[in-house]
């Protein structure tokens, strides 16, 4: 069964520049969410799309900004990056009304240096 | 403020034999409850799910118990294989109506799975 999938994997970067990180729902899934876990920590919800309208939003810093598109993707853009930064970012996504699962992608682990 | 508990940060058991996951959570309007499996760089991976309408749900070697009043739900494994051995994560949800909503999760309890 097609997952969710996320790219890049691994991704470096220096402080002060930007990352985008890309999610791709499962199909015919309208939600998607992203989390953030840092180390030794547990995932920490961030922002989601419903729709591709904003549904709901975390801890989520001003410098970064998301967006769905109209074929459901999701792209995460983070710009002035800082050390802290540095985590593993999942996307997860869910039929939305069918059913309230979420089911998540592989991660992206982003390292700022 | 960690609204959903996972008070065992470890649980080690015998191959064959149960393991039990327990997990606390304090606010009231979660209605969905979730166990996931994960492994070190890996997406958490989902297992087991019940609404607040049940008490119990099972599927296959996987049970998850949940007793409202004690805001309290347990995540069975019969029998336990090496496989197993992985960090659980509690999740739970407080549903919207337009669309499932984020979840809250625990802090994870790293089972092993002695051969």
């Known amino acids: 069964a097609a997952g969710v999938i996320q790219s890049p994997r691994h991704l470096i970067k220096e402080k002060r520049e930007t990352a985008t990180l890309k999610c791709y729902p499962i199909?015919?899934?309208?939600?998607v969410y992203w989390y953030q876990q840092g180390p030794g920590q547990d995932p920490q919800f961030l922002i989601s799309?419903?729709?591709?309208?904003?549904?709901d939003k975390g801890s989520i810093p001003d410098r970064f900004s998301a967006q769905q598109f109209s074929d459901y993707h999701s792209e995460l853009n983070m710009s002035s990056l800082e050390l802290g930064d540095s985590a593993l970012y999942f996307c997860?996504?869910?039929?939305?009304?069918?059913?309230?699962?979420?089911?998540f992608g592989p991660g992206t682990r982003l390292t700022v240096l | 403020d960690q609204q959903v508990k996972q008070n065992s940060p470890s649980l080690s058991v015998q191959e064959g034999r149960i393991s039990i996951l327990n997990c606390d959570y304090t606010?009231?309007?979660?209605?969905?409850f979730l166990w996931y499996k994960k492994y070190p760089a890996e997406g958490p991976t989902f297992l087991i799910s019940?609404?607040?309408?049940?008490d119990k749900n099972e599927d296959g070697r996987f049970t998850v118990f949940l007793n409202k009043s004690a805001k309290h739900l347990s995540l069975h494994i019969v029998p336990s294989q090496p496989g197993d051995s992985a960090v659980y994560f509690c999740?739970?949800?407080?549903?919207?109506?337009?669309?499932?909503?984020?979840?809250?999760f625990g802090t994870g309890t790293r089972l092993a799975v002695r051969p």
């Open positions: 606010n009231s309007m979660f209605d969905y």
């Open positions: 019940i609404s607040s309408i049940k």
């Open positions: 999740a739970a949800s407080a549903r919207k109506k337009s669309s499932g909503d984020k979840l809250t």
């Open positions: 199909p015919r899934h309208d939600t």
């Open positions: 799309f419903y729709e591709k309208m904003q549904s």
């Open positions: 997860a996504s869910s039929p939305g009304l069918a059913e309230d699962t979420q089911y």
